[in-house]
Structures are given as structure tokens and as C-alpha cells.
């Protein structure tokens, strides 16, 4: 069975770029949550979506918006790039809301703002 | 605010012995609790979950819960060198995880 699968891999931009990251979810999951990780930290919750729905959101700025579609992928855009916003971006996804069995996370796609 | 907080480490364990990792958090509603294995480069990877106070085992590793404490742990038994890598604390919140910043973790053939 395929895992979670994330592309691109890596991506380079200049400042003040729209980028599009893109995730599909293990089969029958309907929850995906995205995760920003810097070098040296742990990974930062952005958004979670549950049944094509927001569920949670967390302390980002207004250029990061998601969306999920029917199948359950999601697509994670940020406006208007900084160059703080250079991380590995992660997806994940859970068989239930909650995420109380754990996440799985796809490899990552690595944003790399110039 | 909600915090996880580990210790960054570097902590080297010989080959054979076992490596004990170790977590607190803040947040005393916290419900679940992971930990995750993180390769240099590479994505998360769950280990192991766990709920109820004491201990949980799954094959050479235990996870151990105090919430009186709000601490959290991970023993590793027969530390292998393929277990190097940073161990990621994480805490469910609602419907996220809030994570440490990780320990590395060392095994010195």
C-alpha cells in the first residue's frame, strides 16, 4: 500500500513567490494535517483538515491557506514568500480525526526561499 | 502556552546497552502521547503511542507515562547502531501534535 505521498520534493523560490505543495493521504485516511519543521526543531502544526473541513489551525500567518478535496488529498499554498519561510513542510494523515493512533507522515517537501 | 521540552543532547550510548530518553510537557489535559524517530533528512516515523500511566513495550522498546509527573519517557534496549537518529517527544492537543525539538541519540558501535 502507498504511504503518504508529498510533492514536489524540493522546491526553490525567490521572495514574495505563491507556492503550492501538494499531499495524498494513505488510503481510507481522511484526515491531513500539515506540519512546518525548521532545521533543529521540532515540527510546527499549521493546519488540519478532517472530511474536506478545517479542523484546526495554528499560529501562522494568513498567506498559508489548505484546502482538501473529495479524495481527501490536500494542497498547502503559501503567498507571498519570506525567506523564514524556508522549512520542510510535512504532511500527515490519521484514520480518524483525532489522530489518537499517531500520524503518518509523508517524506516532505523541501522549500528552500531565496 | 503549550510546550513539550526535551533535552537536545547529543547522548551517545555504547552498542548493546540501553538508551533512555526523556520528555516533559505542560499541558496536564494532554490525553496521548508519541514518540517518533526522525533520520537526518528524512520525514518523522511513529514509534510507539501511548495513553495510560506506566508502561507500554513493543519489541526492544518501552514507553513509560507519569501524567501526575507530566513526563513521558522511551527506554531502547540492545541500542543498535541504526537506532542513531533524533527521537521527536510529541503530545496530542486537540487535533494536533505539539512537539519537542528533539534528542539526538548516539549509539557508539
Known amino acids: 500500500d502507498a504511504g503518504v505521498t508529498q510533492s514536489p520534493t524540493h522546491l526553490i523560490k525567490t521572495r514574495g513567490q505563491q507556492v503550492t505543495l501538494r499531499c495524498s493521504p494513505i488510503?481510507?485516511?481522511?484526515?491531513v494535517s500539515w506540519y512546518q519543521q525548521v532545521l533543529g526543531q521540532g515540527p510546527q502544526f499549521i493546519f488540519q483538515?478532517?472530511?474536506?473541513?478545517?479542523?484546526g489551525r495554528g499560529n501562522f500567518p494568513d498567506r498559508f491557506s489548505a484546502r482538501q478535496f473529495p479524495n481527501y488529498s490536500s494542497e498547502l499554498n503559501v503567498n507571498a514568500l519570506l525567506l523564514g519561510d524556508s522549512a520542510l513542510y510535512l504532511c500527515?494523515?490519521?484514520?480518524?480525526?483525532?489522530?489518537?493512533?499517531?500520524?503518518?507522515f509523508g517524506s516532505g517537501t523541501r522549500l528552500t526561499v531565496v | 502556552q503549550k510546550e513539550v521540552e526535551q533535552n537536545s543532547g547529543p547522548l551517545s550510548v555504547p552498542e548493546g546497552a540501553i538508551a533512555s530518553l526523556n520528555c516533559t510537557y505542560s499541558d496536564r489535559g494532554s490525553q496521548s502521547f508519541f514518540w517518533y524517530r526522525q533520520y537526518s533528512g528524512k520525514s518523522p516515523e511513529l514509534i510507539m503511542f501511548?495513553?495510560s500511566n506506566g508502561d507500554k513495550e513493543d519489541g526492544r522498546f518501552t514507553a513509560q507515562l507519569n501524567k501526575a509527573s507530566q513526563y513521558v519517557s522511551l527506554l531502547i534496549r540492545d541500542s543498535q547502531p541504526s537506532d542513531s537518529a533524533t527521537y521527536l517527544c510529541a503530545v496530542g492537543s486537540n487535533y494536533q501534535l505539539i512537539w519537542g525539538a528533539g534528542t539526538k541519540l548516539i549509539i557508539k558501535p
Open positions: 500527515a494523515s490519521s484514520s480518524e480525526k483525532g489522530g489518537n493512533y499517531g500520524y503518518t
Open positions: 501511548i495513553y
Open positions: 483538515y478532517y472530511e474536506k473541513e478545517e479542523r
Open positions: 488510503s481510507g485516511h481522511k484526515s
